[in-house]
């Protein structure tokens, strides 16, 4: 059985679960384009009724920005990184149905405004993978890891982000929150990943950078749970067996 060494420890597998945002993909390089986009342009439909946001520009979806108001960060456990499609909807059309608009109206505006960001993004093509993504991925393919994503995005964009990653062959199976009846932190979507991949929960490890992947699988009987942090604090990953900053802290032996 392939082996993989975390520093000093050494964790027998045969198979490994990704979360997608985060963890594949830099989140900034993507999701931080796309609310960029989309706080201005919810800013501007605000202005025009001479209304602005109702909490800090930065609560909005959980984002970070500098004296300039170019975003620069995001909060691990905010809705950026964890909402789903539908969740986002809601946090934004809330700023608008409190400076009255009805909420129907509301939901109609903020899908338009989400709808040409997405479009922007895929104009660009915008995904970075996670320094040292590639080359961990190749070393479970020569160990023969099976390998997984469970992740909170739809089929569609999922499926676009591992083509531009040019990740999607490394994986035989891809959860994502259309594929399941409870999403994250519900151990559904690891339970799935694992069926699809023939594999027992006590062979499989999960890598993420939620505390919500913790918990997931942790729910799931997993037999690790990695939790990854690039800034290196990881103080939200209150759940995990053991954190990381990138996968060059990760080797496969076999």
């Known amino acids: 059985m392939p082996v993989l060494h975390i ?20 989140l900034l390089a993507t999701w931080g384009n796309w609310a960029e986009l989309v706080l201005r342009g919810l800013e501007d439909q605000l202005a025009i009724m001479g209304a602005g946001f109702i909490v800090e520009r930065s609560k909005v979806l959980g984002t970070q920005h500098d004296p300039q108001g170019k975003l620069i960060g ?22 608008l149905y409190a400076a ?23 104009r660009r093509r915008m995904a970075q993978p996670l320094a040292g993504l590639h080359s961990f991925l190749e070393q479970c393919s020569a160990a023969s890891l099976k390998l997984g994503v469970v992740t909170s995005d739809g089929a569609k964009t999922t499926g676009e982000h591992l083509e531009w ?62 939790g990854i942090s690039a800034s290196g604090d990881g103080e939200h990953l209150i759940d995990a067996d053991v954190i990381i900053s990138g996968f060059n802290e990760l080797r496969i032996t076999y």
């Open 7 to 26: 520093n000093d420890e050494c964790v027998p597998c045969s198979g490994i679960l990704f979360d997608k945002d985060g963890t594949l993909l830099d």
């Open 74 to 95: 995001y909060d691990p456990a905010g809705p950026l990184t964890m909402a789903t499609e539908e969740e986002s909807y809601g946090v934004l059309a809330w700023q």
């Open 100 to 122: 009255g608009v009805p909420w129907n109206e509301a939901l109609t505006r903020v899908k338009s405004i989400t709808k040409n960001a997405m479009y922007e993004l895929r």
């Open 165 to 226: 990653l040019n990740v999607a062959g490394y994986f035989d199976s891809v959860v994502t929150r259309d594929r399941v009846k409870n999403g994250k932190p519900a151990p559904e979507m690891a339970e799935l990943a694992c069926r699809e991949l023939g594999l027992s929960p006590e062979e499989t490890i999960i890598i993420g950078d939620s505390n919500a992947d913790m918990q997931l699988g942790k729910g799931a009987g997993l037999r690790l749970v990695i």
